[in-house]
């Protein structure tokens, strides 16, 4: 990165930055192991689940919310199949890179 300021607009505010070569290298999209297994990205309160065990899925479709940080992040599926396994309810506390249900 170069050490020339980044101008920002925030709110009604502007703002003068400094990219980071750390900012540079960070990675854009959390990585996936497997996409039909669906883990926690972030500890957090599972606030609904919108599939059951035998649901059939689509890449894109609903699975569930996680809230953390009093932000509400949708988990969509990355792939088609069967939801196989369900391993959260509604209200549960998870923790990072717990396993949140299991698509076949």
Known sequence: ????????????????????????????????????????????????????????VRRGDKLLVLEAMKMENQILSATKGTVKKINVEAGKVVVKGEILLEIE
């Not at 540079?24 to 500890?43: C, Q, S, T, Y």
């Open 1 to 56: 990165m170069n050490d020339e300021f980044k101008d920002l607009f925030v709110d009604g505010s502007n703002y003068k930055t400094k990219l980071t070569r750390k900012f540079g290298l960070r990675k854009i999209k959390p990585e996936v192991d497997d996409p039909k297994i669906i883990k926690a990205f972030i500890p957090g309160l599972i606030k609904a689940v919108y599939v059951k065990e035998g649901d059939s």
